[in-house]
Structure formats: structure tokens, C-alpha cells
């Protein structure tokens, strides 16, 4: 019931940025800010699939008033990287995954299922077309941010029966405006980001702005970003506002919460990580970890490192956590050896500086 015309017709930007301009663009990009020329467009039309595949200019998006997505929030997204490898050439990191998620997302949220072969072409394509907005290794990644949004004009509550599936890409340095240091985190006590039951597996629109008075609260008090906890016991830690949390103890052991409490998105970083530290036997535990257990561990020392991990923040070392009734600080308030050498391990596959000994990128 999905695929019916979805070859990529391509609309090349005629006045497509100069090379001198965006070389500049590209020098010190920031996140999320330096959007390259063109953009994918597909269309979904109940009864008829998938169709009007497109690559165009990028160009702001016509919607009716009264489309689903502007009051009823049917909207999901993926976030995933280009990188560019020292030979020149560029490569995906696991895109497969994020197709996969995209289809887990579509579900919860009662939207229409992107073909995972459309979802990597519509990736594919867009990066072959704007490959050299790709920045050199050393200033970041394209950042790729395939969406989808229901258009259907109508104020029923219900699953709409129209969708526009869109990717768009931007130059990403350091998400962290802190050359990767260790930041600080805000521990959320008065909202939660997730419920059993509620959409916390799926990357929808929603959880994000659920999620900004606590990182409003946070940056008020310092913080780069926002530590959550379950709903129930406002206990455990679940994750960060947009990348998941591991700890590392004194043992060599990595921790990172489970996925059980269906509460937490599945992270393909977070995956990876597990994965890379098994091969290099550490000892991995996917088990919960509570935030007074945090406080103590950290004050006996026997909490070393704890990190953030996601495709934005790709391994990022946390120093301090702060709370209304203080905070911790980890180790000695730096980047943790364990943390560096995941992070290192990690970039190294992924801009093909190191063998892809598991199958994770794909060559554009
Ligand atoms: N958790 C949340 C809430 C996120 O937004 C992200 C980022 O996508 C992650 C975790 C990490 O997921 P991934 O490693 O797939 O980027
Ligand atoms: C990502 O890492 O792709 C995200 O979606 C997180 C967001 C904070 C940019």
C-alpha cells in the first residue's frame, strides 16, 4: 500500500551557493544553523502511497491552516551524519537503524510507514547532491534531519491521511560550544519526558517541547542540558533532553539504563557504544541506576565518568550535575579517560579513519 512512484525527480538550485561563500559558511558552522542548497520531498496520499518524489531547492513549505501537524502535532524525525573520509569521499553511519526507528516512530504516532529503501534513498540523494556542503573532518559533519509532517487540511482528531516526508541537511560542528569538554547537567525534579505508555520510544515533536522548561530551568542555573528521571519513583535516570547517559565505575564497567521501562529512545549511538565496549571486553550492565546512587557514588568515588551520547552530541564528558538541593561533581571534573577512548573509537569508524569491522557505513 506504499510504494507507488518514488523515483527522484531533481530540481537543481540554478544560483546554488558560490564555492567561496559557502566554504565560509562551512568554517566555523555551529549546529543546525547552515543549511545546504536543496531538500527531499515526498508525498503520501491515502489510497495512492508514496509518490512525488523530489529533490528541490530549498524553499519554505506551503501548508493549509489547517494541517494536522499544526494543532495535533503528527510529526516525527530522524537525526543522522554524512562524513567525510580521508581519501575525500563521504559515508553514512548505520542509516539503516534510523530508517528503522523513523518506521517505529511513524507507528506510534499513527502515520503513514516510510518505506526504509525510500527513506535511505531520499537520504542517499540528497547528500550526493549537496556532498560538498560535507565540512573536512576537522570542523564536523552534515547533519541530516529527515522528517515527516501530517498535511491533511481537517480539525477532526484523527490520523491524518496525508504526510510530506522531508529531509534536509546543515553543517554541524560541536553541539557543545565547548570544544568537547565536560558540561554541566541540570537533574529535572519537577517535569518528566516520558511515561510508560507515552511516546517516549518515539522521536516525535512532541517530547522535545515537553522537554524545553526544564532545559530553560537548567540554563538558568548553568546547566547545558537536562537530566531525566522516571515518572513513577522520579528515581531513576532515564536520559537527557536529547542524547542518552552512561556511567562509568571504578570496576572498568560501563552502565547505561535499559530500554524495558519502554520509556527512552533507543539510541544508535547508544547501541554502537555498547557494542564497541563488549569488543574491547568491558563489562556492560543495561540495568537502572538511581540518582541518589549517582550523588553517593560520585562523593565515595567510586562513579568515574558519566557521558552523554547521541548523533548531535556524538560523546560528550559531563563534569557536574546540580539540583535544587545541590549536585556532584564527577571524578576530578574532566574528560574521563574511559570517555575519550569510546568517543575516539567511535569518530574513528565513523569517518572511516578505522575498519568498520560491524557493517555500519555506508558509502555514498
Ligand atoms: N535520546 C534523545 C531524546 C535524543 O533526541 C537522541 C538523539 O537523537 C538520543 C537519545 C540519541 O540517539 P542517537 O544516538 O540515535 O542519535
Ligand atoms: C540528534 O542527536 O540527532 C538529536 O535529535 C538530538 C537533538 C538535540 C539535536
Not at 166 to 171: G, M, Q, R
Amino acid at each position: 500500500t506504499t510504494e507507488s512512484d518514488t523515483a527522484f525527480k531533481i530540481t537543481r538550485k540554478t544560483d546554488i551557493t558560490p564555492a567561496a561563500e559557502r566554504e565560509a559558511m562551512l568554517a566555523n558552522p555551529g549546529f543546525g544553523r547552515v543549511f545546504t542548497d536543496h531538500m527531499a520531498v515526498v508525498t503520501y496520499t491515502e489510497g495512492k502511497g508514496w509518490h512525488s518524489a523530489e529533490i528541490l531547492p530549498r524553499q519554505p513549505l506551503m501548508l493549509d491552516p489547517a494541517a494536522s501537524v499544526l494543532h495535533y502535532a503528527q510529526e516525527i524525525f530522524e537525526g543522522m551524519k554524512a562524513y567525510r573520509t580521508p581519501d575525500g569521499s563521504v559515508q553514512l553511519f548505520r542509516p539503516d537503524a534510523n530508517a528503522r526507528r523513523f518506521r517505529h516512530s511513524a507507528e506510534r504516532m499513527a502515520m503513514a510507514q516510510v518505506p526504509e529503501d525510500l527513506f535511505l534513498d531520499a537520504v542517499t540523494q540528497l547528500v550526493k547532491l549537496d556532498k560538498d556542503w560535507v565540512p573536512k573532518p576537522e570542523i564536523g559533519t552534515l547533519y541530516i534531519r529527515p522528517f515527516m509532517i501530517a498535511t491533511e487540511a481537517a480539525l477532526g482528531v484523527k490520523p491524518a491521511s496525508e504526510f510530506k516526508f522531508i529531509v534536509i541537511a546543515c553543517a554541524a560542528g560541536e553541539y557543545f560550544s565547548k570544544d568537547a569538554g565536560p558540561v554541566s547537567v541540570w537533574v529535572e525534579e519537577r517535569t518528566v519526558r516520558a511515561s510508560r505508555g507515552g511516546t517516549g520510544t518515539a522521536k516525535c515533536g512532541g517530547n522535545y517541547a515537553a522537554s524545553l522548561t526544564a532545559q530553560m530551568e537548567g540554563k538558568e542555573h548553568g546547566c547545558h542540558q537536562v537530566l531525566f528521571l522516571d515518572a513513577q519513583e522520579r528515581r531513576w535516570l532515564e536520559e537527557m533532553g536529547g542524547m542518552n547517559v552512561m556511567m562509568v565505575f571504578e570496576d572498568g564497567t560501563l552502565q547505561t539504563p535499559p530500554l524495558d521501562s519502554g520509556t527512552i529512545l533507543h539510541g544508535i549511538t547508544r547501541d554502537s557504544l555498547l557494542t564497541l565496549a563488549r569488543d574491547r571486553g568491558l563489562k556492560v550492565k543495561e540495568e537502572r541506576y538511581a540518582i541518589d546512587q549517582l550523588y553517593g557514588d560520585a562523593d565515595s568515588g567510586k562513579l568515574k565518568e558519566v557521558f552523554a551520547c547521541g548523533t548531535a552530541a556524538v560523546v560528550t564528558p559531563i563534569g557536574t550535575f546540580k539540583s535544587t538541593e545541590g549536585g556532584c561533581t564527577i571524578g576530578n571534573g574532566q574528560t574521563g579517560e574511559v570517555t575519550s577512548s569510546l568517543r575516539k573509537a567511535l569518530c574513528d569508524i565513523q569517518f572511516g579513519r578505522a575498519a568498520d569491522t560491524h557493517g555500519w557505513v555506508k558509502k555514498i
